[in-house]
């Protein structure tokens, strides 16, 4: 089984409580993300291009528990960055433990084999490890070798103590059906308790821009992998989320599902789009304009994501709608996820249009006056900024926030961002380098091509 059956009844109760109080949006699972600092530099990963000064900080227990109480969801999901490299992370753990929280600690796994000591197995904890897929694939994706090796380690290492282990692994354009299903089956021999798989999002600062997928193929590459399945395979998410992927079912993003509460505050409107923060849970349900996300809005952003976070919710809020929806889940959890027959040819422009996008935005040097568009571009930049405020002053730093009044800027050596109003900023200019510019995956790739010279082989393409 998956998940513990205390934890099923757990989020099926909360479930029905919610629709028996008319509730029509509701967090289902806290994403929880105590810093950003990491010890891999993965070319997909758009969360560790930020300034030293925002790497450097962290959430504090109190915060995090603080977050977590106003935030009713009964499973916390807890990334980051790294979140092992919190100074406090097993106290962060403990708080969730006290309070009955089914938590999901992702994880690299480098450093929780030495980690482990810190915390002590229950139902209510997981270990959530990074897999991207078998060893090549892995190693390529994080853009260091070696890391899978290390990863199965710990795997193995924290089952035989007895911890709950689970596999993360995100898809990227080009990646082999034939392999992705060899993953699966070295995971079940592994022994962890389920796999979680999603697309690869666009993160708009991620280095690697040319290998996230669009719609249509993903879902002609979940068809591929589930056409010559196994009913062995364990998920650690909805079956019907699967169907979602291979396109046999159809469903809207529900973003308010998966909150997510960081070192800037409450993400709007999701964990994969900064449009700005809210300072608490209630401001983020009422003031956030849900109705401009999710593929039905026609946002260019949300277009081609199918990721997980957004739509998992939207799932399991089926299976709890109706007698059909729970008939549905127990169909696709007995003989697996439906899928239609994968097509010969299948893709969009998203990637093209993403690029073209990418090659429009501000880089460093530009300046302008501190119009609507140009501080628009200054929170969407991951460098520093200089602001000129109406009497001459001026101020440097990383925009935080943006809100119709204020700017949040946080400075360098500053341990939280200070506001300053809108209307007093004359001028803006791009003065740091935003290291999310920087080409990491192919840093990594040019470096294993030399190694090629010495008799290291490198790896070939995803």
């Known amino acids: 089984m998956p998940v513990p059956i205390s934890q099923m009844f757990t989020v099926a109760s909360y479930v029905l409580r919610q629709k028996l109080k008319g509730n029509a949006r509701y967090p289902l699972v806290l994403m929880l993300e105590p810093l950003y600092r990491c010890n891999l530099a993965c070319a997909g990963c758009g969360k560790i291009q930020y300034p030293s000064q925002v790497l450097k900080s962290h959430l504090s227990v109190d915060e995090c528990l603080r977050a977590v109480d106003e935030c009713p969801a009964p499973v916390v999901s807890i990334p980051g960055g790294e979140p092992l490299l919190h100074p406090e992370i097993e106290k962060i753990v403990a708080g969730l433990i006290e309070r009955k929280k089914y938590i999901y600690l992702c994880t690299n796994a480098l450093l929780l084999e030495e980690k482990l000591d810190l915390f002590t197995p229950t139902k209510y904890l997981s270990f959530s490890v990074h897999l991207d897929g078998l060893e090549e694939e892995h190693d390529f994706s994080v853009c260091r070798d070696g890391t899978h090796r290390q990863a199965v380690r710990a795997i193995e290492a924290a089952l035989a103590r007895g911890f709950r282990v689970t596999t993360n692994t995100t898809l990227f354009e080009g990646a082999d059906p034939e392999r992705t299903r060899r993953f699966f089956d070295e995971a079940m ?31 002609n590459l979940f068809r591929r992998i589930f056409a010559n399945g196994t009913r062995s395979w364990r998920f650690n998410q909805s079956a019907l989320f699967l169907e979602f992927l291979t396109g046999a079912r159809d469903y809207d993003c529900t973003p308010w599902g998966n909150p997510t509460y960081s070192v800037f505050g409450w993400q709007k409107p999701c964990y994969l789009l900064q449009e700005g923060y809210a300072d608490s849970f209630p401001a983020l349900m009422q003031d956030t304009h849900w109705e401009r996300y999710g593929h039905a809005s026609g946002n260019p952003k949300c277009r081609d994501c199918m990721v997980h976070s957004g739509f998992e919710a939207s799932a399991v809020e089926e299976a709890f709608s109706s007698l059909r929806g729970m008939l549905a889940i127990v169909r696709a959890s007995l003989f697996g996820p439906r899928s239609p027959a994968p097509a010969p040819h299948a893709g969009e422009a998203g990637v093209e249009v993403r690029a073209a996008e990418e090659a429009l935005a501000p880089t460093q040097g530009f300046e302008a006056p501190a119009t609507p568009e140009s501080l628009r571009a200054a929170f969407a930049y991951r460098g520093d900024v200089t602001l000129t405020l109406d009497d001459g002053s001026q101020r440097t730093g990383y925009v935080a926030n943006l809100s119709n009044e204020h700017v949040a800027l946080w400075r360098r050596g500053a341990a939280r961002a200070e506001s300053l109003a809108r209307a007093r900023i004359r001028h803006v200019a791009f003065t740091g380098r935003d290291t999310a510019s920087g080409r990491s995956w192919e840093t990594w790739l040019r470096e294993r091509e030399k190694q090629k010279s010495c008799g290291v082989d490198a790896p070939s393409a995803i």
């Open 189 to 219: 021999k592994l022994g962890v308790e389920g796999m979680m798989i999603s697309p690869g999002y666009s993160y708009e600062k991620a280095p690697d821009q040319q290998h996230f997928l669009a719609r249509e193929r993903t879902r």
